[in-house]
């Protein structure tokens, strides 16, 4: 019997756009009790979750992905504005959006979407926005300054990058927090960089 994975495709951030997300939540922090934060090597823009997926599997995403990710050139990005899902009255989780050229970045993940859907793993029902989760609201106790934290985060920024490529990441579930790690990686236009 093969071992699944579990697995997701994401695009990877730079060390300083990282650095600048644990000063967020270092600042969100002070008013926000109740949420389980995302440790900041742990934070990633997710385009499409997988789920279980046995080693076999690898192959065929990778083709298909490859086939997705040369007709994008390296999109510019932009890191800020905090924001809730699925909403401020119902905060179950707290994230940064993305921002820059997220017409693109759209396009590529309903394209992802599409050909994986073909590949057997279900389509995306919600429609997708790009953001990057900080935390996860265990509890709306120790968030009675969220909306203060909302309000305050429209002027927050971590910065801009460029993103040159997707990547296929394994997910191990630790007592810890999960654990990342890269199995393949898939070039903007199909050029290293």
């Not at 510019?76 to 940064?96: A, S």
């Not at 920024?157 to 191990?172: I, M, P, R």
Request: glycine share 10%; aromatic share 8%.
């Amino acid at each position: 019997m093969t071992k699944s994975i579990r697995a997701f495709l994401a695009i990877d951030l730079p060390e300083e756009i990282r650095d600048r997300i644990r000063g967020i939540q270092d600042r969100l922090k002070t008013n926000l009790k109740g949420v389980r934060w995302i440790r900041p090597e742990g934070i990633h823009l997710t385009l499409k979750f997988l789920g279980n997926i046995s080693k076999n599997d690898i192959l065929n995403i990778s083709g298909m992905i490859e086939k997705q990710t040369k007709y994008v050139g390296p999109l510019m990005l932009k890191v800020g504005t905090v924001g809730t899902f699925p909403n401020l009255k119902r905060p179950r989780v707290l994230w940064l959006g993305i921002g820059g050229e997220t017409e693109q970045l759209i396009t590529l993940q309903k394209k992802i979407d599409a050909a994986l859907e073909d590949c057997g793993f279900k389509r995306e029902t919600r429609t997708f926005r790009p953001h990057l989760t900080l935390g996860r609201i265990k509890s709306p106790k120790g968030t009675s300054g969220l909306s203060q934290a909302i309000e305050d985060g429209k002027n927050f920024a971590a910065g801009s990058f460029h993103a040159a490529c997707l990547a296929l990441f394994k997910s191990d579930l630790t007592p810890k927090g999960a654990i990342y790690t890269k199995l393949a990686h898939f070039p903007f236009g199909g050029q290293e960089q």
